[in-house]
């Protein structure tokens, strides 16, 4: 599934995402993966990764993984480090603290006996116990020289070092030896509440003790590597990314020879899955219903193929999902087969697509992400919190994330967070500070900013029924007898001709403007003036026709209803600008957007929609400011006082008249909101932490510049022989365990060609 990216500046990367996945599944056969709670919004959807003991997972064999493409960089505190800058890392360095699959971080006894505060005062102070076998794969110690050369490339004052962020590292005061070798105490100038979150991954020395090694050296590749795998190869061309086995690794040994990691674009993944090019691939909801047809007909039997994968589809079972995905019955299709040779060749492809795609399940789960709608209060009708709020209270959040989720079988509760998701223990709905839909409520709130029903419409002065300013405007009118009969005669001559033109054409128009490009939802109903005109016909104005259809003279005539219900203040209507990717991976938000812009709508809301390619969709667009109202995503966090900041801190002024946003792309914060994630990030009490983490999540909630959707769906296609990979949820993939359960030949990676 392809993602959006977002550079996240000086903090602790964490990277947002929007939502891209065509479709939804329509086969029930993926149903049935929720909570064994009875309370949704406490507990996390599990992984779905088909565990298996260490015991039951052969030895060897290559796993070819796909990813978006090659990454541009290994160094993950670099700008472009991206999703699989950080799939690769984690097989290949020391991470001190993963998560949990509660979201939460654990030590890791690979790397570390112990770590824990052991001063508070005068300062912070945490000392770390190595593993006593831990070494990088040239042999030497894991140790305090390799955490003293990160914290200085980090820490922000050498600007010679490229990097994207050194949250908490700058207020690491300095670094000692302890006791021992083994021993690193760490002592903080300032208390910092998320240590845990520093020092992973952690790179060599001979990786950060320089400028030069770190901006270049690490790019494409790392000759020094401490985790169950080591770097073997980047080939850009031909874009693969190969790992093999650490033999100085001191842990589990990896149950793989190989672990290659390939580039697939979203789009093909399909058609790489049925090849055999890949064994595991996150996927959109229109793979994963193609998985499940063939599932679905593997010979009716239900049981796994007799000689390998697909080999029970029999041509009968492969013509009824042929006709399934085609839309068209049996009978109709099998007419077809007879009487053409493209349907039978279609039904042929089709069937050894099937028969190797049933050699594949789709794991799921929910993403540790959600999707928001953003709204921009920087400028404009957004800049008022009253129609930030309003907006908010008008959307149906359940609605929404049904719309996405349900079709999948996954819980569907929207998030009541901007901080945590459910599951991890900071966890908490904090939506009650704006309260729930309410599309009275959300009027009354427009209307107390001034926008109201009508609104929009010109003033009305001089512009009267009779007026000489008018007659000014407009000049010498026809006698009324005259215009009344021109019209009816052009009117009998060509009503009927240009009935149907006019039809046809208005539906083309209507059509065109929707696929691409700009268009209005709200302005395009009958009758309805775009430009927020009076509506005052010629026929309006003149006397004559129909008995008792005119004002007086001196009546400003009316408006069609439908600009009437449209929501205006000053003659200016209420229209906000939309903007949504537009590439083949976003037609899920595309679907939520046209939700939220019906719901919009309702109210006298309208909404020109923008549609821009994917690749500068955040940085033309969000990135700039260059939107009212976007949809994009957040990954969770196991430390939201960190992370959570630069989101939604408030903006600055510069010295050349722009704001400083960080990521705050909403452009909406307050002093409030700084202080509480200022009080908890220094707060080294867990508990007290959280709770003002929570007071800071009921003003953003309040702020209504950032609305949670859904939390993102995780669908990941993996062959079915292997255990512990699929959907992880929040947890990190402990990568020595991944494998088959039955021994597949070693592939090309073990033969050298990659």
Known sequence: MSHVGVPRGTARKRRSVALLATGVLTIPVLAGCTSDSEDPTSMAVPQDIAPASRDRVADGSTLNWAIDAVPSTLNAFQADADGATTRI????????????????????????????????????VVLYKLNQQAVWSDGREIGAPDFVAQWRALSGKDSAFWTARNAGYERIEKIERGKDDLQVRVTFSKPYADWRS?????????????????????????????????LRSVNKPKGTVVLDRNPRWWGDEARLDSLV???VEPGKRTDALAEGTVDVADIDPATANSIALAARYRGGNGGPPAHGPGAGITPAAALRSWALAHGSDEEAAETARAAREETREAVAVYAAEQKSLSGFAVRKSLEPSY???????????LSDDRVRRAIARTLDRQELADAVLKPLGLPAKPPGSHLALAGQPGYKDGSGALGERDTKEAQALLADAGWTPGGALRSTRDTKAGSEAEKKDEGEKPAAGEKAADEDKDEKAGKAGKKDEKAEDTEKDDKASREEGEYTVGDDKPGSRSSGGSGVTAQDKQPGGVAGAYAPVGTAAPAPAAVKSRLGKDGKPLSLRFVLPSGPGSQSLRTVGEKIVAMLDSIGISTQVTKVADDSYFKDHIASGDYDLALYSWPATAYPATDGRPIFAKPEPATDGSLLVAQNYTRVGSDHIDQLFDRA????????????????????????????LYQRPQLVAVDKKLANIGAFGFAAPRYQDIGFTARQAAGPPANGKN
Request: aromatic share 8%.
């Open 89 to 124: 890392t984690g097989a290949l360095l020391p991470s001190l603290f993963p998560m949990d699959a509660k979201g939460e971080p654990r030590l890791n006894p690979d790397y570390l006996e112990s770590a824990k505060v052991i001063e508070q005062e005068p300062k912070q």
């Open 198 to 230: 520093l020092f992973s991954p952690l790179y060599p020395k001979e990786v950060t003790g320089s400028p030069g090694t770190f901006n270049d050296g690490a790019r494409t590749t790392l000759r020094n590597t401490a985790g169950p795998f080591r």
């Open 261 to 263: 990691f390939r580039a």
């Open 371 to 381: 999707t928001q709608l953003a709204l921009n209060g920087e400028s404009g009708p």
């Open 681 to 708: 990030v220094a707060e080294l009490d867990a508990d007290a932490s959280r709770d003002l983490l929570k007071q800071a999540d009921a003003r953003i909630w309040a702020a209504a510049g950032s609305i949670p």
